[in-house]
């Protein structure tokens, strides 16, 4: 079949290099499918609607971001469209609009995005436009690391050395973009909707240290290159700046994974290899929402432990959300948390492990709080660190 659209839509990959869905949407055009490649990022209601503070880091990072891409594209000679509302039915009103015949994006493996993107292709397919969906936020995904007996691993040692094992560069191969780019619709620029259009306002993070952007990627990226060597060992220490401070571009994809693990794979030293082991929990964590998606909806991962009696005192919890349990290294943990939306990894792990396992209070408690302040929140990610602190 011979299209004349093409439609990109960006949902946690913000950047336009190494872009698995860019490249296949602009490449096959380049081959005479396509007449032009149109771009799209959906602020979500369904997902924004939910969170409750109107100050939030994280919608403020994506705007930035946003911003930063679209002018990437309108420097190109065309434009990232973007809209404010359910993206279930923003992307196939869109694409009729534009008289798309083809939607690409990545992957997401969240429960709630799996249903969003079921529901998309549903309504895409009634009038014959195809939708297609490609891996581009980990290395490996859903059934790629098995045991032998092709089951999920459950246990993290043993995931990693089959992952390192089947790691080469193949995996790791960037997606071109700039040489089909020229396939890129060509458009008038558009404006850009502001936060406060859709109900948000503006935080502290202009004066965090803390870019956003492909170019904050960039940059944190470059610094932490000079310092990885050093991380096996710094990464113990909260007062140094000793991690990467990249969580929150992976988690929106300002960086690329491939390029992360290519950096890290061929530095080849002691700091570099714990680098990439960090990656792999991430990969881990992933697998793991991906066979077990009932996590997702707070059950314990394993099943033994999932009606747990925890005494939850309410005001034990209050402290330690705001970081006044009278335990130093505790509250200097969550005063960081409230008043930047980061948390040193090593404090995340004291810190979830003294509100279960001092306090005695549910580990979904934190969870959430975790998921409401974190600037970096992964589902699965966050949902791994609690369960692994709480020993569930």
């Known amino acids: 079949m011979q299209y004349q659209n093409a439609l990109v839509w960006f949902r946690r990959d913000l950047r336009d290099f190494d872009h698995a ?3 296949h949407a602009l490449k096959n055009a380049n081959q005479g499918n396509y007449i032009q490649v149109h771009c799209i990022f959906v602020f979500d209601k369904e997902i924004l609607d939910e969170l409750p503070n109107k100050q ?16 990437a594209f309108q420097k190109r000679g065309g434009d990232l469209i973007v809209k404010y509302g359910n993206a279930r039915n923003i992307i196939p009103e869109y694409a009729l609009e534009a008289n798309i015949h083809a939607v690409y994006t990545n992957h997401d493996y969240e429960p709630s995005a799996i249903a969003r993107d079921a529901d998309v292709t549903t309504q895409l397919a009634k009038h014959n436009i195809e939708f297609h969906s490609f891996k581009d936020q980990v290395i490996f995904e859903k059934d790629e690391i098995l045991t032998l007996n092709n089951k999920p691993y459950s246990v993290f040692t043993p995931y990693k050395n089959s992952h390192l094992k089947k790691l080469n560069d193949f995996y790791l191969k960037p997606y071109p973009v700039d040489r089909y780019i020229h396939n890129l619709a060509k458009s008038l620029p558009s404006e850009l909707i502001s936060l406060e259009s859709m109900g948000f306002e503006r935080t502290n993070l202009s004066s965090m240290r803390l870019p956003t952007g492909m170019s904050g990627g960039k940059q944190l990226l470059e610094d932490f290159e000079n310092r990885m060597h050093q991380y096996k060992a710094a990464r113990d220490f909260p007062a140094i700046k000793g991690v990467s401070y990249l969580s929150v571009h992976l988690r929106f994809g300002t960086v690329s994974i491939r390029h992360l ?3 890290a794979r061929n530095m080849v030293n002691l700091g570099a290899d714990t680098w990439l082991n960090e990656l792999i929990w991430r990969d881990f964590y992933f697998q793991i929402l991906h066979h077990k ?3 997702a909806a707070g059950r314990a991962y ?20 705001d970081g ?13 948390l409230n008043q930047t939306g980061f948390m040193h990894n090593r404090l995340r792990m004291v810190a979830a492990s ?7 209070i549910d580990w ?20 791994g660190g609690w369960q692994w602190a709480a020993s569930t």
């Open 324 to 336: 006044k349990t009278g335990y130093p290294l505790v509250d200097a943990a969550m005063c960081q």
């Open 302 to 321: 394993k099943i033994e432990f999932e009606n747990l009696t925890f005494p939850n005192n309410e005001s034990l919890f209050k402290a330690w959300c």
């Open 364 to 383: 979904r408690w934190g969870e959430r709080y975790f998921a409401e302040k974190l600037i970096d929140f992964d589902l699965s990610a966050n949902n």
């Open 261 to 263: 693990a290519r950096q």
């Open 56 to 71: 939030d880091r994280r919608v403020e990072f994506i705007w930035e971001s946003v911003r930063e891409l679209k002018a």
């Open 354 to 360: 003294f509100l279960v396992k001092d306090l005695l």
């Open 293 to 295: 998606p009932q996590v």
């Open 21 to 23: 869905a860019l490249h």
